[in-house]
């Protein structure tokens, strides 16, 4: 039965003067705003029955264009270069002097050189040259991102690299103790599952939530090809990916989140290695 007695007396006349069946156009509303409808054979009569607002409910595009580009492309971000800080000192401790006098120019610092030992970059202060290969942080891997079918978008090797290479720096804003607690509060409020904070200590924590580059996007595995590293350089504290393997063009590169700087809400894992703990 049609709601209205405006629309139940022009359904009525409509049926009296023309043979609906003899009609090219019917206009079939979804969703109808009267119950047990059937089709409208007038434009006006079809317009009558539009729920409204329909723009609102028919016509809005944004969720599907929201749809369409979290499968295109990754959600935005600042991107940074380097970090920036909102604590004072841009060293997670006391800063070490160091400078390694034993390693012979032109030769490039090994394993005993005193610098590398103990994660400094080498610096002018040093006895090696220019061309020592313990200067990480200088120039990074190129790295692809891409959609992954089980965690969200990841990052892939666009060029070779070799065991022990500098991969990549986790950049993003370094934050102290009370102002992370501030961030995970709002991130439990958005319900965002979405944890890119890392842990040096309790008050230098580096956040690439809002701000960062591409590690944002390396997955967690139980078996990683990467690992996170806390350096000194130039006195600052900087954290970067090394390969812990050779790495061939397009794998996914991946570091283990629970090294002890890595923390936040647990989730499932679906790293697929033989060693997978199903949780992170
Ligand atoms: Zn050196
Ligand atoms: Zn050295
Ligand atoms: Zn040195
Ligand atoms: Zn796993």
Redesign the pocket.
Known sequence: MPACAQCSLHQNRMAESVDPSKLMKSWSIWPSTIEGAGPAYDIEEAFRRLPLPYADQEFNIDPIKEELESVTKPPPYVHLKHNVYFVKKKCDGDAIE???SD?DPPLT?QIR????SVS?S??Q????SNK?T?RPFRREKRIGVVKTQHCGWGAIALETIEEGDFVIEFVGEVIDGARCEERLQDMRQRRDKNFYMCKVNNNFIIDATFRGNDCRFFNHSCRPNCQLENWQVSGKTRLGVFSLQGIRVGEPLTYNYSFEQHFGPQTECFCGAENCRGKL
Do not use: T
């Not at 202060?125 to 090696?128: L, P, V, Y």
């Open positions: 160091a400078k390694c390693c610092c050189c005193s610098c590398r400094i080498c610096s202060a040093c006895k090696c020592c313990n």
